[in-house]
């Protein structure tokens, strides 16, 4: 089956194949929010600045993202100042709790057509523990000024239409968008605001000769003196060109069919988006058209395929009983890059190269913002207003091959137990 955002996407962009030998300021390798956001920054500043995509724009993560639009990490604050040091996880901290307005701010301001809809997030308490854990969340962000709120399991049953969870932190910052229009909304805004953008342009050779960069693929070249990495979880190797690697996990969804308009208005009436504190995360939400969609940690292949798509027939029964079984209509499945300290990372690769990686499933704000902070530094030649200090090409994240291999151990384990549970 399909991505159900591939069907429904409003938003639509044409990019050419990259053909002959073309010069730019900056040039840009991956079509997603990361790269995107820096090209309508860096175009928008008077730049010549050409894109490329190896396969289309939003192909990647980004084009397969729940499409919640959250405020800060996955870590808590505490968490997040404690890795980092005081001084710089503030400052992190701080910037990402206004992702959400600058996401909300460039689809109001170039018309973006994603489904937007800033009613809210819920994490969800999958057990008295995580009621506790989210507690302890609210606390933390209090602290800082955050207007979130707790909820008891009354108040998150009448938000949701389920008293399968325990109670709920709320957090009326973030919100709701369809993510591959909103990707390919930045896509067309980049273009009109003069960036070039190149789709089916895999990169063959990668060389930096007499101060330039030279991108080769098999049709045409770039020539730039700047380069960014926005490839992420979807990076592919360039021989002669190195990119650190981060672990790699798969996170799927699957859509029911548009639910009548009597049983869609009990089920997240208010529109929030929700996912829970289980280990294997389980997220919740409804689209537009009133489909429910359930999406979970997993690679839903080979044997993954059968197993997590049971648990997830089981899962929404259970978490709505009343629905009955449901067929789906949709199923996709996209790929998250996680650093070890699940803190997204900007590495200066040398020669006025950086790389941007590892979101740890929170790309479209972080992705958003820190695409934006890298075009200006690289503008400037100022790094010291970035959201994260910058990391030399030294960078080595510890032993992503096995994280990746544990992650997903554990969810089919986990979805193996649930589905025979039911």
């Given amino acids: ?21 073309q010069t730019a300021d900056l040039a840009i390798v991956g079509g997603g929010f990361t790269g995107l956001s820096a090209a309508l920054e860096a175009a928008g500043a008077g730049l010549r600045v050409i894109l490329l995509e190896a396969e289309t724009i939003g192909h ?13 990490l996955w870590l808590p604050p505490d968490a997040v100042e404690k890795s980092m040091g005081t001084e710089p996880g503030a400052r992190l901290n701080a910037a ?38 989210l507690s302890e969340r609210a606390r933390q962000q209090k602290a800082r ?28 910052r973030a919100g709701t968008i369809q993510p591959l229009a909103y990707v390919r909304g930045l896509a067309r805004t980049a273009q009109g605001s003069g960036a070039i953008l190149h789709e089916n342009s895999t990169l063959e050779r990668i060389l930096h000769v007499e101060g330039q960069w030279r991108l080769h693929s098999a049709d045409g070249q770039v020539t730039a003196p700047k380069l960014l990495i926005a490839t992420n979880a979807y990076h592919r190797f360039v021989p002669g060109f190195h990119v650190p690697r981060t672990a790699v ?15 869609a208005a009990a089920i997240l ?34 044997v993954g395929a059968r197993l997590h798509h049971d648990w997830a027939r089981r899962k929404l029964l259970k978490i709505f009983p009343d629905l009955g079984s449901q067929d789906w209509t949709h199923h ?10 699940h803190i997204p990372k900007v590495i200066d690769l040398g020669r006025d190269a950086w790389a941007v990686m590892g979101y740890s499933g929170r790309g479209i704000g972080p992705g958003t913002l820190m695409g934006r902070a890298v075009a200006q530094s690289m503008i400037t030649g100022n790094t010291t207003a970035m959201p994260v200090p910058v990391s030399d090409a030294r960078y080595r994240d510890a032993m992503p091959g096995m994280r990746s291999l544990v992650v997903e151990t554990g969810a089919r384990a986990l979805h193996w137990i649930g589905a025979r549970r039911g």
Wanted: aromatic share 6%; with cysteine.
């Fill in 1 to 21: 089956m399909t991505s159900l955002w591939q069907d429904t996407s409003a938003e639509h962009v044409t990019c050419a194949p990259l053909a002959g030998a």
């Fill in 145 to 172: 000024g955050a207007p979130v709120q707790l909820l008891d399991a009354d108040e998150v049953a009448r938000r949701t239409g389920t008293r399968h969870f325990h109670g709920g932190l709320f957090d009326p």
């Fill in 60 to 72: 990647g993560g980004s084009g397969r993202n729940v499409g919640l639009v959250n405020a800060g």
């Fill in 269 to 302: 009436p208010e529109g929030e988006g929700c996912w829970d504190t289980g280990t294997v995360m389980t997220s919740l939400r409804r689209d537009r058209a009133g489909r429910i969609i359930l999406g979970a940690l997993g690679i839903p292949e080979g």
């Fill in 332 to 341: 996709w499945w996209g790929r998250i890059a996680m650093t070890s300290d």
């Fill in 249 to 263: 996990v798969g996170y799927f969804q699957m859509a029911t069919p548009p639910l009548p308009d009597d049983v």
């Fill in 96 to 133: 990402l709790a206004g992702a959400p307005d600058l996401v909300f701010d460039l689809i109001q301001r170039h018309g973006i057509a994603c489904e937007a809809r800033r009613a809210g997030t819920i994490h969800l308490a999958h057990a008295p523990s995580g009621l506790s854990d």
